[in-house]
């Protein structure tokens, strides 16, 4: 067995209006085309397909499942020429994720990560290479809800299990 901390992040909001629910309702369909799923994803969600978010959602959503930070996605954007900043990079994964196509997973506080998967699930944090892994079991529980404040309602509950090399 891994050693395993487990760090909950456990979101209260007053309105249960989850990003991820709302776009999920009208999501296009997917024709196999990344430039033109973009354009479509990007559309429905109401953001104007500019040259630099077509740009940088084909980098992110062309290649299936990713978790990046804004870090990795703008080296990547860097290494295909696609002329941006780090804070557009920034505003840019903070539009998709406001439009709920993008889902944010805190670790550490300091580090987040942008998941492209927006579905109901947890992580494996491993803490040798910094990576995100999704843990399989989306009906993973917790075993006992914590009691919330009056006139507060759980919106989701993100699970971040933390692994590092056995010693
Ligand atoms: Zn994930």
């Given at each position: 067995m891994p050693d395993v901390e487990i760090s909950l992040n456990a979101s209260i909001s007053d309105d249960a209006a989850d990003p991820a629910a709302r776009a999920g309702g009208h999501q296009p369909a997917l024709t196999g085309c990344p430039w033109h799923d973009v354009n479509e994803m990007l559309q429905a969600a109401g953001l104007r397909p500019t040259r630099q978010r077509m740009a940088l959602g084909w980098l992110l959503f062309g290649k299936g499942a990713r978790h990046l930070t804004a870090e990795m996605l703008y080296e990547e954007a860097t290494l295909a020429k696609v002329p941006v900043s780090l804070a557009t990079v920034y505003n840019t994964l903070n539009q998709l994720t406001d439009a709920g196509l993008l889902r944010q997973v805190s670790v550490d506080g300091t580090k987040t990560y942008f998941d492209t998967n927006v579905t109901t699930h947890h992580h494996f944090y491993l803490e040798n290479s910094h990576e995100l892994v999704d843990?399989?079991?989306?009906?993973?529980?917790?075993?006992k809800m914590p009691d919330v404040p009056e006139g507060y309602e759980i919106a989701r509950v993100d699970m971040v299990v933390r692994l590092r090399k056995k010693r």
């Open positions: 843990i399989p079991d989306p009906h993973l529980v917790l075993h």
